[in-house]
Nanobody
C-alpha cells in the first residue's frame, strides 16, 4: 500500500505562509494523482488542490486560487502545498491524498490518505 506522511503544519498569523509536505512511500506507481483536502470542525472535508505525477495543469478550489500552490518532486516522491496570504478561515486539518488520475474534488474517489496535519491561522 501507499503510505503518505505529512509535515509542515503549525500556527501562523493571518497573512503569513506555510509549506506543507507529503512524502509518498510504498507502491507509488499505482497512484497517478496527489491531492490536498482540509476539514474544519463541524464542516465536511473540502477539496483544496490536486496534481498528477506526470504534470499538467493543477486543480484548485476557488477559495484558495491565487494563494495556494501545489507542486511535486518526482525524484523525492513528495508533494507540496505552498500556502500564502493565510486567513483564519484556512484553519483546518489538512490531509494528503493519493488516487487515480482524474479523481477530482469528490473525496470518496481518492484511495489513500495521510494522517492529517493541523494548520491554525490566528487573526
Amino acid at each position: 500500500q501507499v503510505q503518505l506522511v505529512e509535515s509542515g503544519g503549525g500556527l501562523v498569523q493571518a497573512g503569513g505562509s506555510l509549506r506543507l509536505s507529503c512524502a509518498a512511500t510504498g507502491r507509488t506507481f499505482r497512484s497517478d494523482a496527489m491531492g490536498w483536502f482540509r476539514q474544519a470542525p463541524g464542516k465536511q472535508r473540502e477539496f483544496v488542490a490536486a496534481i498528477r505525477w506526470s504534470g499538467g495543469n493543477p486543480d484548485y478550489a476557488d477559495s484558495v486560487k491565487g494563494r495556494f500552490t501545489i507542486s511535486r518532486d518526482y525524484a523525492k516522491n513528495t508533494v507540496y502545498l505552498q500556502m500564502n496570504s493565510l486567513k483564519p478561515e484556512d484553519t483546518a486539518v489538512y490531509y494528503c491524498a493519493a488516487g487515480p488520475s482524474g479523481a477530482g474534488s469528490w473525496y470518496p474517489s481518492w484511495v489513500y490518505w495521510g494522517q492529517g496535519t493541523q494548520v491554525t491561522v490566528s487573526s
